[in-house]
């Protein structure tokens, strides 16, 4: 049986060029494949360890929503309150490495294995950090009743009247609590300390004088001093605050140099998450930083916007875990 020369041609031809289109077809199917790889490539999910609407939660989501345009995919806040921040911690330990979820760890993941009983993550060995996010400062506010306008006046009248007055904190192991502890420790003074449920409930009793000094944040503290509701006295950052420049910070006012006593997040993935991945959300914070108008709007609010390295990250983990640890030890205290 004789056959088709034409179609036996036809079928070479064929056949030639399947194989000559087969190294394109592949090399496009790997670029596809390789695109639809990268990172992100959907929703990235980010946990903030406080309830929805406080100052942390407000400036996270700020901070986060800024990244997303960054990084071409929606960031989704999730709220995980409990344990001062320790249940959000537990549960971000078992997430897995990928780089969809992430972590508004708060300073507390240093601080509340030194204050509670047990907690399920090390934070060194379950978190790895991307960059600093927020630093949020203290303002040491008074009574106006205390009749005293500076730092020099308040040291006198307290080393003149040890356990006289009180100072009140949001509750035991609070970073306020500890900042009071340091404080008093640093300026050899003493001072009862009062402790309340929360922030506002400490703050009613200041203006009423019942207590008569408070470290508070600098967003809650600011209305009251420009009320004359409270006397501010001092800022426990290095350096002075755009919200309030006219108090100077308790090193330059007290001549202790170094003295700082801060609530920071820094913005963590799970250990082990891939290093291109890091690196990505690494150099998204970075312009994240850069951010004029953000960095305008979170002082506004007594927040200041604070991009890092994972360096420093660990840097200021070091530095909080041996100051509060020391002061925690000192003073027994407990949650």
């Known amino acids: 049986m004789q056959q088709n020369p034409f179609s036996r041609r036809a079928w070479l031809r064929g056949a030639a060029g399947s194989c000559l289109a087969l190294p394109l077809g592949a090399g496009w199917l790997g670029s596809a494949m390789a695109q639809a790889a990268a990172y992100p490539s959907r929703a990235?999910?980010?946990v903030v360890p406080y309830p929805a609407g406080g100052m942390s939660d407000v400036s996270s989501r700020a901070v986060l929503e800024r990244l997303s345009r960054e990084l071409g995919q929606p960031v989704i806040i999730e709220n995980k309150a409990g344990a001062a921040s320790t249940l959000a911690s537990n549960w971000f330990a078992s997430q897995a490495a990928d780089g969809y979820t992430l972590y508004a760890a708060p300073v507390s993941i240093v601080i509340n294995p030194?204050?509670?009983?047990?907690?399920?993550?090390?934070?060194?060995?379950?978190?790895?950090p991307i960059s600093m996010m927020i630093k949020?400062?203290?303002?040491?506010?008074?009574?106006?009743?205390?009749?005293?306008?500076?730092?020099?006046?308040?040291?006198?009248?307290?080393r003149a009247n040890p356990d006289k007055y009180a100072i009140g904190s949001s509750g035991p192991g609070s970073i306020n609590h500890l900042a009071a502890e340091y404080f008093m420790?640093?300026?050899?003074?003493?001072?009862?300390?009062?402790h309340y449920r929360g922030g506002a409930p400490a703050?009613?009793?200041?203006?009423?004088g019942v207590i008569q000094l408070m470290f508070s944040a600098a967003n809650e503290a600011a209305p009251l001093i420009r009320a004359g509701r409270t006397r501010g006295i001092a800022v426990t950052t290095r350096q002075r605050l755009p919200i309030l420049p006219e108090l100077p910070t308790v090193e330059e006012a007290a001549g202790v140099e170094g003295f700082e006593a801060v609530f920071w997040l820094a913005l963590m993935a799970p250990a082990k998450t891939p290093e291109d991945v890091l690196a990505r959300l690494r150099s998204g914070m970075q312009a994240v930083?850069?951010?004029?108008?953000l960095r305008d709007k979170l002082e506004g609010l007594g927040v200041q916007l604070q991009t890092s390295t994972t360096a420093q990250v660990l840097?200021?983990?070091d530095r909080d875990e041996a100051l509060w640890s020391r002061i925690i030890r000192e003073q027994g205290i407990k949650e």
């Open 289 to 293: 930083g850069q951010d004029k108008a």
């Open 114 to 128: 030194l204050l509670q009983k047990s907690v399920g993550y090390e934070a060194r060995r379950d978190f790895v």
């Open 44 to 46: 990235v999910k980010a």
């Open 315 to 317: 840097a200021a983990m």
């Open 203 to 208: 703050a009613q009793d200041l203006m009423g």
């Open 136 to 158: 949020s400062p203290f303002v040491l506010q008074a009574n106006p009743q205390l009749n005293v306008s500076n730092m020099k006046e308040l040291l006198t009248l307290l």
């Open 185 to 194: 420790r640093a300026m050899n003074v003493k001072m009862q300390v009062v």
